[in-house]
């Protein structure tokens, strides 16, 4: 199999080294592989033909395509190369309709929700004037989190004590994301700076492990300076964690959750979720199955088209 990794950041020096083992662990498995850039990408829209050109030429014939989309605000820049990808019909993990999804984390609880998967309870701000007693009773604060609706690393969510603090807080978010609208959702106190991270690829967990925030942090990313360790998930977390990647309809997905007293609740799922401290905590070949999941689909793809 031909098997193309298509990057997005090439300044995010962890994704490119994600992206280096994706090709190394497909090259171990016997299949070629590259990397694409895809600031090299131009889309080309003529008369329904959509194509996309690489470096001044169509994009070569891969049987798979494996985007790693990145953080950056453009997202549905990043969905449209991707969404043109598939037009012309290349089969890719995960599709353009799942990641500009899964990077919403308002559509995100709206899906999860609706699917009856828990979530924090978390009201969608629109305007200061908003912001009552009421409101604040309902996501029992204080504190509470605010959350952008596009963030990543931790950098969009935010813990506030006071109304003063959340009044000062959500002003400053909304310039910075340049988008009126918050998450405003309850502290999971007895988190205590950790939840679990749980990779899933098709449907199956294929490794896990527990995040602890720094000293003096609540937010757990490994960005943020969190550690990772092992952990072992109950039948439940299990359930929800592939159930969140499903309903989202993504392939591949990082859920994270926290382990509540009410049981385990889902804060988001990540299209494309780092894997290096995975790796490095769990010692699971996750490149490797990343690559074994693209492979079972294009060979999926490519005998539904034999016997159409
Ligand atoms: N409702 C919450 N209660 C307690 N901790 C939270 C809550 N929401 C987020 N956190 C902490 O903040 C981290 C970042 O939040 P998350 O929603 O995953 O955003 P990001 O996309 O930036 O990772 C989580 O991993 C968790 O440690
Ligand atoms: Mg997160």
Redesign the pocket.
Known sequence: MKIAVLTFESIDRRSSKEDSRIVQAARELGHKARIFRADKCQLVYDRHNPRVFYDGSVFPDYDVIIPRVGLLRNIELQAALVKQLQLMGFPVVNTFHAISRAKN?LRTMQILDHFDIPI?KTIVVRDLKYINAEILKQVNAFPV?L?TPF???????VIAESKRAVMSALSFLWKQSGVNIILL????KE?K?K?VRVFVVGNKVVATMIRS?KKGE????IELGGKGEKTVLSKREIDVAIKSVKVLKLEIGGV?I?RSKKGPLV??VNANPGFKSLEEVTGVDVAKAIVEYAVEKAKLVKLTKEEA
Request: charged fraction near 25%.
């Open positions: 984390k924090p989190i959350k963030g990543s690393y931790g950098s969009g969510v959702q309850e502290y999971m988190s700076g939840d925030a609540f937010r757990s990313n994270d926290i804060l988001e």
